[in-house]
């Protein structure tokens, strides 16, 4: 995998945004692979699919490529909030890749994260234009990493070292068990998976327990919280995702 971009494909632009656009695009076609069952390469959608930008033949998964210079944030700017809801509420919606690149433009970075991690909170909704703004009333949104567990994080490049691809797609397919669940049974196996990123490799039922007040705010409706927490354990701990070691002791395994 060549981590550099073919900064000749660019020649003819001037505007920053396109001139990153062509050069990401073009770096993904060439070098990546769909995560779910390494086919490559990924094809391309037409220009101004509402979210989608790449597709895999092969199985048909769709992605929707995301750029940035330098780190990745906790905040990813996006287009349009009504849109980008619309999407990741339908049956259709992309799992997103997210690359970061340095001043000399090469890919320090390159991540997907698989669709089932996304939930409607994770969208942010800006503040609409100004009434002077040439799109006046324009509602744009962030997508929060911060609310996607770390097991929904799957990299291809991290800090310019490629990732196998035998261990991409393992990692990827290990959580896909949650598109299985309905969106109420999903929120609360996602919101498990990020307090059980919060604890030490090694833990206990109890220290999960004391994430019970934040759960129950999410989950209002919900009157038992510690058998709901035994519950998601239980999934997470059959899909592999963390061990069983003794009566209310666990280990995470990813």
Same mark, same amino acid.
């Given at each position: 995998?060549? @981590? ?39 094809? #391309? ?15 048909? #998964?769709?992605? =929707? @490529? ?19 809801? $619309?999407?990741?509420?339908? #049956?259709?919606?992309?799992? +997103?890749?997210? @690359?970061?690149?340095?001043? #000399? ?7 997907? /994260? ?9 969208? /942010? ?24 567990? =770390? ?18 797609? $393992? ?29 030490? =490799? ?8 004391? +994430? ?30 963390? =061990? ?9 395994? /990813?």
């Amino acid at each position: 995998m060549d @981590l550099n971009f073919n900064q000749t494909l660019a020649a003819n632009y001037r505007s920053p945004s396109q001139i990153i656009r062509v050069l990401s695009e073009a770096w993904v076609k060439d070098n990546g692979y769909c995560p779910n069952c390494s086919a490559q390469p990924l094809a #391309e959608f037409a220009n101004n699919q509402p979210v989608a930008d790449f597709y895999c033949a092969n199985c048909t #998964e769709q992605f =929707e @490529l995301k750029s940035k210079k330098a780190k990745l944030s906790n905040m990813i700017n996006d287009g349009a909030y009504d849109t980008m809801m $619309q999407r990741i509420n339908s #049956e259709d919606n992309p799992s +997103f890749f997210f @690359l970061t690149y340095s001043k #000399e433009l090469s890919v320090n970075n390159f991540l997907i /994260i698989p669709k089932h991690f996304f939930k409607s909170d994770m969208i /942010i909704k800006r503040k609409p234009l100004s009434p002077i703004a040439k799109r006046a009333g324009w509602i744009s949104c962030n997508i929060d990493l911060r609310k996607v567990p =770390e097991s929904g994080k799957v990299f291809l490049v991290k800090n310019q070292q490629v990732i196998s691809r035998d261990t991409v797609t $393992q990692k990827f397919q290990q959580t896909l068990f949650l598109r299985e669940l309905s969106v109420q049974s999903r929120g609360w196996t996602l919101d498990v998976m990020q307090c059980v990123d919060k604890l030490p =490799e090694r833990f206990t039922l109890a220290q999960v327990y004391s +994430f019970s007040d934040i759960l129950q705010a999410l989950h209002m409706n919900n009157n038992n919280v510690h058998a709901k927490i035994r519950q998601q354990l239980q999934i997470l701990r059959d899909k592999g995702i963390i =061990e069983f070691l003794s009566r209310g002791h666990y280990r995470k395994t /990813i």
